[in-house]
Structure formats: structure tokens, C-alpha cells
């Protein structure tokens, strides 16, 4: 449908999150994340020109909004930590870990109530994870001591992962002396460093542990020291980007049958779960995936936004005219008292483009009056439209509005869907 005639033209954008979007089924969670990806919660993403323009505005006015978002972002940012948390530590701990939270018609209060509540069983929950670690690491050289040799790296390994695996730590006995300077250097290797690098941090520690004459045992504590150090430098550059990872698998929802998407989100979960490295070749494809499934939810938000709002006004969309184009952003709405009118609706990006249309060809002066009053009927509900799409979290700018009367209502034919026409094709033939 053309510009040319338009009764109303409106340019839709939205520029906040909303406490309402679940009410009208759109994925706030997967909306909120993939709005951070830029900056990862340091501000709203803007949506056109004139968004950004009108931002302070619409910032003052829906300071409510704007607090929801926030709180909401503070959520992602907690699940993030709880997809995180559930890859490193062990089973039972794992298990015992919050479920994650998608924010929906939650009040910025209840969302940051669940934060805090969260937040506390993170802490503990971490907090068990290095106790459990450092009993693990003091059996690994208790364990060299007893066999008056070091151990190798894969005799730590295992060693180490039997006793992560006992859901009650052993009793925290203070280690001998002869280990108290090994031990304090290994209670800064953090529990996510990868398995490759506490095995090799534990072996080295299992040489200084069994005294060796033919080596300086100061140069083997400096050299635990280089490598615990390194092991967690990588380790917290590896748990960096798995939280990165873990925000944007928020942003793009699971089980989508578009090969594109599920292909970013089994590489996301890769980085999670530790299987492979961040690179900017998948920090790209992330990106642009968010930001297309942005793109995809706030557009169903303004579709169903707009269409609950006419709905309410007293307009329904014809079923007919729908299934025939095929196109949920191609609509046609009727009213029951109009016979022979009805308004052409266009959802395109953006922008909503609308249109009093006659159903059936008049001419006269009875007719130019009848389509002056729907169209005046219609301005007055798009007033209406403005107003509740600005409380639903989105800024409206006029474009352009004809007004009633001053120009010729184009006529559109009633369509049928196709079941339709041949039932009556058969009739006749019969």
C-alpha cells in the first residue's frame, strides 16, 4: 500500500523495555539481552534517528519503564553468572545452583528482590567451591608426600577431581609445615582455572612438596608461583567471555528452527561450557544475530501492541483479508457497524501506515459524507492509538495526516480465502 491518501501515518520506535511485553507475548527476557549486546547494560539501544532525538523526552516520561529495564538487565546479568557457575563446579553443587529467571511482568522491586536472594546463594555456593578446592589441592600433595614422589599431572588430575567429587568436604586439618608455603601459593589458583592448568599447576606443586636435592627448592616455589598465576590470568580471560557467551544465549532464544540461530547458540554454549575460545569472528555472528532477533521482538511487540490497542477501540481484524495475503503485517480492520468501510493497516519496520479504505463502490454526496465520517472516526481512534502506544514504552511521531474529507477513498474488493472460491466454483457446477 502506497503513501499516497493515507488518513494516518505514524512512525513507531521503540526505545524501552516494558513491563507489559510478556502480556502481550513477546520474550521480554530475550528482548531485554539481546538490547545489551552493544554495551552489554550500559544503556538503551536506540532504534532510528528520531528515536535518539526524542530520547531524553521519553526518558523523563517513562522513568518507570527505564527502572524495569534496568532491573531486568541486572537479572541477565545474574543468569549469566548462575550458566557460568553451573559449568565449573562440581555435580551436587551444580545442582543445588538458582534457576535462572526470565524477566517478565515482574515489578523493578520483585526483580531485584530475586537478585539479591540470588546473588546471596551464588556467594555461598562459590564460597563452598574454594573451601572444596582447597581441601582438594592439600589431598593432591598429601597424596605426593605418601608416595614420597611427585605425582605426574594426570595422577593430579585424578586425585584432584576424586576429592571435588565428595559432596562433604574432609575436615580442614592445617597442612604440615613443610607444605604451608606450597599450600598458600595454590590458594590463588582459582577453581576455574581449565583442567590442563591446575594439572599442570598441581604436578609442579607435587615436585616442591617431595624435596628434591639436586634442585633449589626457592626456584620451584617461584615457578608455582609463575604458573598459578598464569593459569589464572587465562582463566579469568576464559570466564570473561563465557559470561559474555552466557548474556547473548539469553538474547537469542533456544529452539529456533532457523539454522542461523541455532548454529550461534551451540558455538555460545561451546564458550560456556569451556569446548572452545571467544574470537571476533563469533563475537560478529552474535551480534548480528542479537540484534536481528531484537529487531524480530520488538517488531511482534509493536504488531501486537497496536493490534490489542485497535481491539479495544472496537476493531477486529478480518480473517479473510489475512489469510488471503498470508502477511501478519498486512491487516485489514472492521467494525461492526461499518458495512462498507474498513482500514488498511500496514506494520512495515517501524512505521505503521493506516488508511480508511470503502469496501464497496458509491458515488454521490451520501457516500463522500459516509467516508468523511469514518475517516474522522478513524483520526479520533488513532489519537487513542498515539496515546496508549506511548504508556505501552514507545515513541510515536506523526509523518502525515489527511484530513477527513480531502481525498478520495480508494475502493478495495472483499477478499474471500481461497476455500472460499472454489466451494462456490464447485456450486456452480454443479
Not at 28 to 44: C, F, K
Not at 101 to 125: I, N
Not at 133 to 138: C, F, R, S
Not at 363 to 378: K, L, N, P, T, V
Request: glycine fraction near 8%.
Amino acid at each position: 500500500m502506497s503513501g499516497e491518501g493515507m488518513v494516518g501515518v505514524a512512525v513507531v520506535a521503540v526505545v524501552g523495555g516494558s513491563v507489559w511485553l510478556a502480556a502481550r507475548g513477546v520474550q521480554a527476557g530475550a528482548l531485554v539481552a539481546a538490547r545489551s549486546v552493544d554495551l552489554l547494560g550500559a544503556g538503551l539501544t536506540k532504534v532510528g534517528d528520531r528515536a535518539e532525538r526524542n530520547r531524553a523526552d521519553w526518558e523523563a516520561g517513562n522513568a518507570a519503564l527505564l527502572a524495569w529495564e534496568s532491573a531486568a538487565r541486572r537479572v541477565i546479568d545474574l543468569n549469566a553468572r548462575i550458566e557460568v557457575l553451573g559449568h565449573h563446579a562440581p555435580a551436587d553443587l551444580a545442582a543445588g545452583l538458582p534457576a535462572p529467571l526470565q524477566p517478565c511482568a515482574e515489578s523493578p522491586a520483585q526483580l531485584d528482590a530475586w537478585c539479591a536472594a540470588t546473588r546471596a546463594e551464588l556467594d555461598l555456593v562459590e564460597q563452598e567451591l574454594r573451601q572444596r578446592t582447597e581441601v582438594a589441592v592439600l589431598s593432591v600433595l598429601r597424596h605426593t608426600v605418601d608416595l614420597e614422589r611427585p605425582v605426574t599431572a594426570q595422577e593430579a588430575f585424578d586425585k584432584y577431581h576424586e576429592a571435588m567429587a565428595r559432596k562433604a568436604a574432609a575436615p580442614r586439618t592445617p597442612p604440615p609445615s613443610a607444605l604451608a608455603a606450597v599450600t598458600r601459593i595454590l590458594g590463588r589458583l582459582t577453581p576455574e582455572a581449565s583442567a590442563e592448568d591446575r594439572a599442570e599447576v598441581l604436578a609442579a606443586a607435587a615436585q616442591v612438596a617431595v624435596p628434591r636435592p639436586d634442585v633449589d627448592h626457592d626456584t620451584l616455589l617461584d615457578e608455582l608461583r609463575l604458573r598459578v598465576q598464569r593459569a589464572g590470568e587465562r582463566a579469568r580471560e576464559r570466564r570473561a567471555e563465557a559470561v559474555s557467551a552466557a548474556r547473548l544465549l539469553q538474547a537469542i532464544p533456544a529452539g529456533s528452527p532457523d539454522p542461523d540461530l541455532a548454529g550461534v547458540r551451540a558455538e555460545l554454549e561451546s564458550v560456556v561450557g569451556g569446548r572452545r575460545r571467544w574470537d571476533p569472528g563469533l563475537a560478529d555472528r552474535a551480534a548480528r544475530a542479537a540484534e536481528r532477533v531484537r529487531r524480530e521482538l520488538e517488531h511482534s511487540y509493536v504488531r501486537a501492541s497496536v493490534a490489542d490497542t485497535l481491539a479495544g477501540l472496537g476493531y477486529t481484524v478480518d480473517e479473510g483479508f489475512a489469510t488471503v495475503t498470508g502477511n501478519p503485517d498486512r491487516l485489514r480492520l472492521v467494525r461492526p457497524e461499518w458495512q462498507q468501510h474498513a482500514v488498511q493497516l500496514v506494520i512495515d519496520e517501524d512505521q505503521v501506515r493506516a488508511a480508511v479504505i470503502r469496501l464497496e463502490d458509491r458515488a454521490g454526496a451520501d457516500a463522500r459524507r459516509e467516508d468523511a465520517e469514518r475517516e474522522e472516526q478513524w483520526c479520533g481512534d488513532l489519537e487513542k492509538l498515539r496515546t496508549a502506544l506511548g504508556g505501552s514504552g514507545m515513541h510515536v511521531v506523526e509523518r502525515r495526516l489527511v484530513p477527513p474529507g480531502e481525498r478520495v477513498v480508494p475502493v478495495a474488493k472483499r477478499l474471500q480465502p481461497p476455500g472460499r472460491k472454489e466451494n462456490r466454483v464447485k456450486e456452480r457446477e454443479r
